[in-house]
């Protein structure tokens, strides 16, 4: 029979126990390989409640905002409530000396200025918080990796906290902030509408001002006239007198001229009628200008009082607007730089100022020409009154002098009956020339005063009309800068106060990014990322260590020939790496749970895989003997170091990384990783095929050693051993 040689193989070894409990134990060696491993590091990090840790808060606190900031406490709290450690919370000299007993792998300080320099954000020179985190390397090196990554969890946490405090205290001066603006904007409303009043006014100002102006340029024009009519006046009187006194000299020159004097007399008395009827009209109008003027006098008075007061309160609105400047500048100092709310809040207050100066400057100046109108309406009311005084004697005089005239004219009349009575007239009427000259006199000296007083009044009124219109002119633009500042202010309230906070805000500010792990394909623990590493090298050892039990090269009898040498051998062996195989894949699935894309494609790569290391490991040491199972050994190191089980290839030196192509672990792990985790199964035939090639190879290389040593050993007996 065919199979006669590997029966007697197959019958030797259950007839040998010294061969045949090896080799069950052989069977074995790679669960136990790759189990005991898997097992032990299927899941390390749920056990990390169990790695001591120890915790040193040295935090004394923080005042910020009113409010006791106890981030050293709050992160005790939230570690006492985490599992991810056996947390010791432990004083500083106590865990130091406890760490370097190796009682904790690592120890995590809070230090004593920890919250306070959370409250240094805002300040020139910020402190960052400062985590002190002492690993204790020596004592475990991956427990420290571990470690650091958990104070950087531990660091994120804090730092989304801290932000999340800063986040609502900023959202509340946001909102105290909108309140303030919203009350400026009310503000500066009520200053615009003053502002437009105040506008109106002004103009209105300007307005009369020019009117009086204009009246009192009137007025003086009309005063310079009656004071030449004055002066005239008074020159006649004088000529009269005169001419009265060259009467008197003698009676003979006044009754050779009677005639002439009687027709002059008629002239005179007609010009002194009408004199005295100008003279009366302008008594019976004096106390009414005289009025008037006093009430120009009281009104410009009050004007005086009302632009002081005035002026008083454009300083007190210069103030506030200061105030207001001063307080708005804070709020501006916030906003940040180069917004253009912030240019436009800077040149709404520029020009607010501007307007401010230039109104206080304009109101000095008012309320200067305010008191000077009052003063030269003072100077007009004195000489009104001398004027009404010289009218009064002038109008006494004037009536006397009509008296005397008419009297002139009748002892003209009567100059033939007598020079008595003549001269009796002519003294009268020398008299009333003399009292006539008198008025005139005190009439031009009261017309003068009041020239004088009328063109001071006509040069106040036109400074007071040059004031008013800068006024007016200031008050416009501070009409319109304190409208727009108002609009401003009204939009920059409604946006601030529009910003409604709440937790979810200030988390989103404090941690406004967060990762979707969206995994293309999931590995649940870290067993199952290594099964395809550890259980290659399972059944790799396996492989070796059956080359160690196992006779790979003494036949159990006579070899027909080559092949059927080979063949006997190598089915024991593929038998052996099957149930190897079978064994190990089995109790992954069941013993540890190892979840898998496809159970039967799974057991058949592993079976694959277990066929291709014994067909290697049959190659090495059949052809080579104990060198080969060293040549064994060095390809297992490098297949340990180059399979990407555990690093990528690309973290390996250069050096190693063209290595990995020409091991066939390399393909075993790749194709293990396809069937247990990515379910690409395509890519998992083309590795099962390289491992079917390289076993191929090592089958073609033990079968030719075979075939050659048959020839060489049993070719003379090959016709009778079967």
Not at 72 to 89: I, R, T, W, Y
Not at 176 to 200: F, M, N, T, Y
Not at 497 to 510: E, F, L, Q
């Amino acid at each position: 029979m065919r199979n006669k040689l590997f029966l007697k193989e197959f019958s030797a070894i259950l007839k040998n126990k010294k061969l045949l409990i090896p080799i069950i134990a052989v069977v074995f060696i790679p669960i136990l390989y790759s189990g005991m491993f898997l097992w032990a590091f299927w899941d390390p990090y749920d056990h990390l409640d169990d790695l001591p840790v120890a915790i040193v808060n040295e935090d004394a606190g923080a005042a910020f905002e009113d409010n006791e900031l106890h981030l050293g406490d709050d992160l005790v709290d939230k570690l006492k409530e985490s599992k991810d450690f056996n947390f010791q919370f432990v004083d500083k000299e106590e865990a130091y000396k406890d760490l370097n007993d190796q009682q904790y792998y690592m120890l995590v300080e809070i230090p004593k200025d920890f919250s306070k320099n959370a409250t240094t954000l805002l300040e020139d020179n910020p402190q960052k918080m400062n985590l002190i985190y002492v690993p204790n390397e020596s004592y475990n090196f991956l427990s420290a990796q571990i470690g650091g990554t958990a104070v950087e969890k531990i660091k994120a946490s804090l730092s989304e906290k801290v932000t999340e405090t800063y986040a609502e205290t900023m959202f509340d001066k946001v909102g105290e902030l909108a309140d303030g603006i919203g009350q400026a904007s009310d503000g500066a409303l009520q200053i615009s509408e003053g502002a437009a009043d105040l506008k109106d006014g002004s103009d209105t100002l300007h307005e009369k001002l020019a009117l009086l102006a204009d009246k009192s340029i009137e007025f003086n024009n009309g005063v310079s006239s009656a004071r030449k009519g004055s002066e005239e006046m008074t020159e006649g009187a004088k000529s009269l007198s005169e001419g009265l006194g060259k009467l008197a000299e003698g009676q003979s020159e006044l009754s050779k001229a009677s005639d002439q004097l009687e027709s002059g007399s008629q002239k005179l008395s007609a010009g002194v009628t009408q004199t005295k009827a100008g003279i009366v009209t302008i008594k019976e109008k004096l106390p009414v200008m005289i009025d008037g003027t006093e009430q120009v006098e009281n009104g410009a008075k009050t004007l005086s009082s009302s632009l002081e007061q005035w002026q008083t309160e454009a300083q007190k609105l210069s103030g506030g607007t200061a105030l207001l400047e001063q307080k708005l500048q804070g709020f501006i100092s916030q906003l940040p730089d180069g917004s253009p709310e912030k240019a436009e809040l800077q040149t709404v207050l520029a020009q607010l100022k501007a307007g401010s100066a230039q109104l206080a400057e304009s109101a000095g100046k008012l309320s200067a020409g305010g008191a000077e109108l009052s003063q030269k309406m003072g100077q007009l009311n004195e000489g009104q009154l001398q004027l009404q005084q010289g009218i009064n004697q002038l109008a006494q005089g004037a009536s006397d002098l009509e008296t005397g005239s008419q009297q002139l004219v009748q002892g003209h009349k009567d100059f033939g009956a007598g020079m008595e009575t003549f001269a009796q007239k002519f003294g009268e009427a020398q008299a009333g020339a003399d009292r006539l000259a008198g008025g005139a006199a005190d009439l031009s000296g009261g017309l003068g005063k009041l020239t004088q007083g009328s063109a001071a009044f006509a040069d106040g009124t036109k400074q007071l009309e040059d004031g008013a219109g800068k006024v007016a002119e200031g008050n416009a633009q501070i009409y319109e800068g304190s409208a727009e500042l108002a609009n401003k202010l009204a939009d920059g309230a409604e946006n601030a106060s529009s910003v409604n906070a709440s937790d979810k805000t200030y988390n989103m500010m404090a941690n406004p990014v967060e990762i979707d792990n969206e995994k293309i394909t999931e590995v649940p623990n870290y067993g199952t990322g290594f099964a395809p590493y550890f259980l290659s090298l399972g059944l790799f050892v396996g492989a070796l260590l059956l080359s160690i039990v196992f006779p790979l090269r003494e036949p159990a009898g006579v070899p027909r020939s080559g092949f059927s040498w080979f063949a006997s051998k190598f089915g024991i062996l593929a038998g052996i790496g099957i149930i190897q195989g079978l064994i190990a894949a089995l109790i992954l699935l069941l013993g540890l749970g190892l979840e898998v894309q496809s159970v039967p494609l799974f057991l058949l790569f592993t079976i694959i895989t277990s066929i291709t290391f014994i067909a290697l490991i049959q190659f090495f040491v059949t052809v080579m003997g104990d060198p080969g199972r060293f040549a064994a050994i060095i390809i297992l190191i490098l297949q340990l170091t180059t399979s990407a089980g555990t690093f990528p290839l690309e973290l390996i030196p250069n050096a190693l990384q063209p290595i990995s192509s020409y091991l066939p672990m390399t393909y075993s792990v790749s194709g293990l990783k396809a069937v247990i985790s990515s379910g690409n199964f395509d890519f998992m035939w083309e590795n099962a095929v390289i491992l079917l090639s390289f076993a191929a190879l090592f089958i073609a290389g033990t079968f030719v050693y075979f075939t050659a040593m048959h020839k060489k050993r049993f070719a003379a007996a090959a016709g009778q051993a079967d």
